[in-house]
């Protein structure tokens, strides 16, 4: 079994920043893409950033220049730096991890519980 555990999450006035991190923690052989999601209140689940083993990122357009996606392999953990935040970011962000465990054949698809981002004046 894989955990994802995510932090950092909050209220924030617009303008401000937050720094999300997530842990992956259990029978991990390798993890090779790790990523953030949100989910807004009556909206789809939607890519925030994505970040391969290699360092290969691809980021959602709306938040190109404002996020940074960082992790680090070693401690299997992914990091989100928000900055400028507007009330729009305001949304369940969601930690993802493509992973393949110890004695299994395929990678599996694995997902944190989400953490509340509430960007408000």
């Known amino acids: 079994q894989v955990q994802l555990v995510e932090s950092g999450g909050g209220l924030v006035q617009p303008g401000g920043s937050l720094r999300l991190s997530c842990a992956a923690s259990?029978?991990?052989?390798?993890?090779?893409?790790m990523g953030w999601y949100r989910q807004a209140p009556g909206k789809r689940r939607e890519l925030v950033a994505r970040?391969?083993?290699?360092?290969?990122?691809n980021y959602a357009d709306s938040m190109k220049g404002r996020f940074t996606i960082s992790r680090v392999n070693a401690n299997n953990t992914v990091y989100l730096q928000m900055n400028s935040l507007k009330p729009e970011d305001t949304a369940v962000y969601y930690c993802?991890?493509?992973?393949?465990?110890?004695?299994?054949?395929?990678?599996?698809?694995?997902w944190g519980q989400g953490t509340q981002v509430t960007v408000s004046s």
């Open positions: 993802n991890a493509d992973a393949l465990l110890i004695g299994a054949v395929g990678r599996i698809d694995v």
């Open positions: 970040i391969t083993s290699g360092g290969r990122i």
């Open positions: 259990g029978s991990i052989f390798s993890i090779y893409g």
